[in-house]
């Protein structure tokens, strides 16, 4: 079973389409609950309505990588926040979604593809050793299926 540990939106881009700029200042927001929106997106998210058949209208990232990117890169403070991914997970191998259609608390979504790392995961946890080591675990992007609330595991 899918455990959800942590839920985030973002009202604006700090990284997406921003090559060779500084990074925003958007705010990631930590939230008990989400609404996802058939199609669209999570509602108050910087994706939200992006374009129609977006791949990446929410993202997913597995706690166990943050557990694992603090043990072995000793980086025993980094945050959850840092990755800007919307869903935290417990007991699911993301990259096992990709191509499948899965359901949490009854909503259903469409894994695409990995969210692929990129040099502003560096910026983000301050270390740049962060990019390489999260190829191959950086994530989930999926498309959602259907309109429901995504609630946080208390």
Not at 11 to 35: K, L, S, W
Not at 54 to 66: L, R
Not at 103 to 121: A, K
């Amino acid at each position: 079973m899918i455990s959800i540990c942590h839920l985030f939106i973002s009202p604006g881009h700090n990284y997406f389409g921003r090559h060779n700029q500084p990074a925003g200042e958007h705010p990631i927001i930590a939230v008990n609950q989400i609404e996802c929106v058939a199609g669209c997106g999570i509602r108050g998210d910087r994706f939200f309505e992006y374009k129609a058949d977006y791949k990446g209208q929410i993202t997913f990232f597995a706690m166990e990588t943050i557990d694992a990117l603090r043990r072995e890169l000793r980086l025993e403070d980094a945050q959850p926040a840092c990755t800007r991914r919307n869903v935290f997970t417990r007991g699911q191998d993301l990259n096992t979604l990709v191509g499948t259609e899965f359901e949490i608390q009854d909503v259903r979504f469409l894994g695409t593809e990995e969210c692929r790392p990129c040099y502003w995961m560096n910026h983000a946890f301050r270390d740049d050793r962060v990019e390489s080591w999260l190829r191959g675990k950086g994530g989930l992007r999926a498309k959602i299926l259907s309109t429901g609330l995504l609630c946080r595991d208390l």
